[in-house]
């Protein structure tokens, strides 16, 4: 009676989730519509309503924001790359939508609706479906919050598990239960053998988890443990392999995971497949001799600043390590004074070192634009792991194991790891940021890029640059 109870319990929440999703997108539906009749009414006779101008539009949007987990109860509405992904999915729709509606749908008919109504009206169903998202997301956090993840966990990872969780502002709750006797983690509620952990599963009211994490090495799961794991992930309730946790909910890779293996393993789009690494770097030229064009101005006025309140030099040159480990020279706008870089490697929030315009430069992330020559070379890309100071290097080298791996791919002038973590001073900053760097890497995608982007303008924005 009880797994009867509990089966149909599962069904009644995918049955919620898809009549979260189908009422979503009805109401994305809805606002297309609204706002499109709107925006015509306001114009005139300016726009010529037709059914493929009401009707393909908000399919494609659609189908793109259900690409990004935006009709998912799950998908975290609040967080910044959510955001980042759903005005990246209403954008994107436009240039797709305007060939089916301007090409395919109007081929040989007369008036077409109005192109500049049809991103108008994108821009604005962007940001209002956005607030729609992010309101149910607050009105419903209260009750999310009492919803828990099971932890199942070995004396080692499930200690690691457990301190990156006390650290990682995870809004749901944990239970831990070890397979093992464990003092190095308080939480965890005494369950310390196969038995009592599968009696749990048994007795618990597992149809209210989030899902299961599995903190411990397979190898020390008995055989009916790992069965009754597949049986509660193939009946609605996801079960986490500790990376694929941390991949989805902290957007990073478990170090602790990282073996000599790993590399043959990951599916390594950018390190392997030469079509994407192809495709990036023809991006990075492009991009680079845009800005290099559309910048020079900027450029060349922020030289004569740095002449005029510091002096020269202007550049400021430094041996940096690159792809496959090839050392290159890397430059930027002189923020410091000069000789500075034989002082502390790393530069402090009160450095006193960096001139007054250093500090704005920095800030604002200007201090960085000569490195599109860099780009030009081919010694960077825009977007990777952070070209580091060979002495720094050297250090990080011999304290942090598969230190190398990040290497894999060129340096970005931004990335993931500089958008999601403080800039670093320590070792214990570059274990994190390698977390970061090694998602990226195994997670490459041109819509992670863009995700990157956007980020990057929030930091500025928000002066968060150094």
Not at 175 to 181: G, L, R, T, Y
Not at 212 to 223: C, T
Not at 370 to 393: C, H, T, Y
Not at 453 to 464: A, D, E, I, P, S
Request: charged letters at 15%; glycine letters at 8%; proline letters at 3%.
């Amino acid at each position: 009676m009880r797994a009867v109870a509990q089966k149909n319990s599962q069904l009644g929440i995918q049955t919620m989730h898809w009549m979260f999703g189908g009422f979503l997108g009805l109401l994305d539906f809805t606002l297309w519509i609204l706002l499109y009749y709107t925006l015509s009414k306001l114009s005139g006779s300016y726009n010529h309503i037709s059914v493929s101008s009401l009707l393909l539009p908000p399919a494609i949007l659609i189908t793109l924001i259900g690409l990004v987990r935006g009709y998912r109860y799950d998908t975290d509405f609040a967080s910044l790359q959510y955001a980042s992904e759903h005005l990246i999915a209403c954008l994107g729709s436009f240039p797709v939508s305007a060939f089916f509606l301007y090409v395919v749908a109007s081929f040989g008919s007369g008036a077409n609706s109005s192109r500049a109504i049809l991103l108008v009206n994108l821009i604005l169903f962007g940001f209002f479906s956005l607030l729609i998202r992010r309101f149910f997301w607050f009105s419903t956090l209260r009750r999310r919050g009492k919803s828990k993840f099971l932890v199942v966990a070995d004396r080692k990872l499930g200690a690691i598990f457990h301190a990156d969780y006390l650290k990682s502002g995870q809004y749901q709750t944990v239970q831990f239960c070890s397979i093992v006797n464990s003092q190095e983690c308080p939480d965890f509620d005494g369950k310390n053998s196969e038995a009592a952990l599968l009696s749990l599963l048994e007795n618990e009211n597992i149809s209210q988890l989030s899902g299961v994490i599995i903190a411990a090495r397979l190898a020390e799961l008995g055989r009916t443990l790992i069965q009754k794991m597949l049986a509660i992930h193939f009946g609605g309730i996801p079960v986490y392999s500790m990376e694929n946790f941390y991949s989805e909910y902290w957007n990073r890779m478990p170090l602790e995971l990282v073996g000599p293996e790993w590399v043959i393993e990951a599916n390594l789009n950018l390190v392997k497949n030469s079509v994407s690494s192809m495709a990036k770097r023809f991006s990075d030229l492009l991009i680079a001799v845009t800005l290099i064009i559309l910048l020079s101005p900027l450029m060349l006025f922020v030289a004569v600043l740095i002449v005029v309140t510091d002096g020269a030099p202007v550049i400021y040159a430094q041996q940096r390590i690159g792809i496959h480990q090839i050392p290159f020279t890397l430059y930027k706008f002189r923020t410091m004074s000069v000789g500075s870089d034989r002082g502390d490697p790393y530069t402090r929030s009160t450095d006193e070192r960096v001139s007054s315009l250093g500090s704005i430069l920095r800030r604002t992330r200007l201090d960085e634009l000569p490195q599109l020559w860099n780009v030009l070379r081919g010694d960077m890309s825009f977007i990777g792991p952070r070209a580091e100071w060979f002495k720094l290097v050297e250090t990080y080298e011999r304290e942090i194991p598969h230190y190398h791996l990040r290497h894999l791919v060129r340096p970005g002038i931004t990335g993931w790891a500089q958008v999601k973590y403080p800039y670093g001073t320590s070792v214990g900053d570059a274990i994190q940021k390698l977390s970061y760097d090694l998602y990226y890497i195994r997670n490459f995608s041109f819509k992670l890029d863009a995700a990157v982007l956007l980020k990057t303008v929030y930091v500025v924005c928000f002066g968060k640059g150094r």
